[in-house]
């Protein structure tokens, strides 16, 4: 009696133990679904972050004593006169400070995924006018663009197969039935509303495009869309809305260059055998 007696204490014991085991194994499970990343790949992107903030407090350290507290990432319009009308004096005595300045900034945000880069754009035609604003535009999207996809590479599949698993599997797809003619489709994306821009940085190397396909199809393909928020930043003045950006002939050209840049892939596969 007394054997059995023991037997029954020994097994609730080992049940309890098991259950024991088996929260813990379910907290585990559950911390790693909350943490895809490995301390390495953490270390990594606060590596890639710390870079950027020493450049940039390198380069306000060269610039004159002053009061700098209008310095901040722009989120309105309101936010975007005041960044402007301060920083304007600064662009011909400063002119290297403020380039250097602006691209980091700018390619900070299009690293991390930071929204308000169409700000930055419309302060590019601002203080620069449409030529160069485009050009240093096109430069820091597409520097940006860059070092998001590489920084994708090293730790962005958990992270975007946890934030937008549908969306990455029909990028997926829509990149494997386009393979021959993948350029076209990269401008496509670029050049329409079709996917988030900060999508295609981010997903565009864990789908396999290869680089110097995504190089390409970033650096022209975002001319069209630079030029128009650059031009309304030179009469910032007028802009009411972001809205007002993008009226229905400016999203039907881009649509239309879209298309054209996607035609020959269309014929090519229309004619094969």
């Known amino acids: 009696?007394?054997?059995e007696q023991f037997e029954t204490r020994s097994s609730s014991s080992s049940m309890r133990n098991d259950d024991y085991n088996g929260e813990n194994k379910v907290e585990s499970l559950a911390l790693s679904s909350k943490f895809p990343l490995?301390?390495?790949?953490?270390?990594?992107?606060?590596g890639v972050f710390l870079s950027f903030a020493v450049g940039l407090v390198g380069v306000y350290l060269t610039l004159p004593d002053s009061d700098y507290s209008f310095l901040k990432l722009p989120r309105t319009l309101e936010d975007l006169h005041i960044l402007r009308d301060n920083i304007e004096g600064y662009t011909s005595d400063y002119t290297i400070q403020v380039l250097v300045g602006y691209c980091m900034v700018y390619?900070?945000?299009?690293?991390?995924?930071?929204?308000?880069?169409?700000?930055?754009?419309?302060?590019?035609?601002?203080?620069?006018g449409v030529l160069r604003g485009?050009?240093?535009?096109?430069?820091?999207?597409?520097?940006?663009?860059?070092?998001?996809?590489?920084?994708?590479?090293?730790?962005?599949?958990p992270l975007?197969?946890?934030?937008?698993?549908?969306?990455?599997?029909?990028?997926?797809?829509?990149?494997?039935?386009?393979?021959?003619?993948?350029?076209?489709?990269?401008?496509?994306?670029?050049?329409?509303?079709?996917?988030?821009?900060?999508?295609?940085?981010?997903?565009?190397?864990?789908?396999?495009?290869?680089?110097?396909?995504?190089?390409l199809g970033?650096?022209?393909?975002?001319?069209?869309?630079?030029?128009?928020?650059?031009?309304?930043?030179?009469?910032l003045?007028?802009?009411?809305?972001?809205?007002?950006?993008?009226d229905i002939h400016s999203i039907g050209t881009l649509f239309l260059i879209g298309l054209a840049s996607i035609t020959p892939t269309l014929i090519s596969k229309k004619n094969a055998p």
């Open 218 to 235: 970033t650096s022209i393909g975002l001319i069209p869309a630079a030029y128009v928020t650059v031009k309304a930043g030179i009469t």
């Open 107 to 128: 390619i900070f945000m299009q690293t991390f995924m930071i929204p308000g880069t169409v700000f930055m754009s419309l302060l590019a035609g601002s203080l620069f």
């Open 160 to 215: 975007i197969s946890s934030l937008w698993p549908d969306k990455l599997v029909f990028f997926q797809e829509q990149v494997a039935k386009r393979r021959n003619g993948l350029l076209n489709y990269m401008l496509f994306l670029r050049l329409t509303p079709t996917l988030p821009n900060m999508f295609i940085n981010v997903a565009s190397p864990i789908v396999n495009v290869p680089y110097h396909i995504f190089l």
């Open 38 to 46: 490995t301390c390495w790949e953490i270390a990594g992107a606060s």
């Open 134 to 157: 485009v050009t240093l535009v096109v430069f820091a999207a597409t520097a940006g663009a860059s070092s998001c996809y590489f920084l994708s590479n090293l730790i962005g599949r």
């Open 1 to 3: 009696m007394e054997q």
């Open 237 to 246: 003045g007028e802009l009411q809305s972001i809205g007002d950006l993008y």
